[in-house]
C-alpha cells in the first residue's frame, strides 16, 4: 500500500492507495502515529483504497480516538465499502463519503 499525504496547518490529508491488508497496517499505524500530532482535522482518502481488512477497520478507529475531538473524514469511500461500514455503524463514529457524482 502507498501512503501519501500533505498538511496544511492543522489539517492533515492522507491518500491511501492498495487494500489495507493486515500486512500493511503496522505502516499505517506508524504513518498515523507519526503525523497526527497537532491535527484538528484528519481527512483520509479512500478513492485508492477496494478492500479494507478488519485490521485496518482496527486501526482506523483508534486513529480517530487518538485525535481526541479533531475531526475525522474518510471520502471517496467506493459504494461496496461504504456499505460494509455502515452495516458495522462505522459511520455513526466517522464522517464517511461516497465519490461525488459527476
Do not use: H
Not at 68 to 75: F, N, P, Q, Y
Amino acid at each position: 500500500m502507498e501512503i501519501k499525504s500533505k498538511r496544511e496547518g492543522e489539517v492533515l490529508t492522507v491518500w491511501l492507495e492498495g487494500d489495507v491488508c493486515p500486512g500493511c497496517v503496522p505502516q499505517t499505524e506508524a504513518f498515523f502515529n507519526g503525523n497526527v500530532d497537532g491535527v484538528k482535522k484528519l481527512v483520509v482518502d479512500f478513492g485508492g483504497v477496494k478492500k479494507l481488512a478488519k485490521e485496518g477497520l482496527m486501526l482506523l478507529l483508534s486513529t480517530k480516538k487518538k485525535l481526541a475531538g479533531a475531526e475525522m473524514s474518510l471520502v471517496n469511500v467506493g459504494e461496496e465499502l461504504y456499505d460494509k461500514l455502515d452495516e458495522q455503524g462505522i459511520t455513526t463514529l466517522i464522517n464517511i463519503s461516497k465519490p461525488k457524482q459527476s
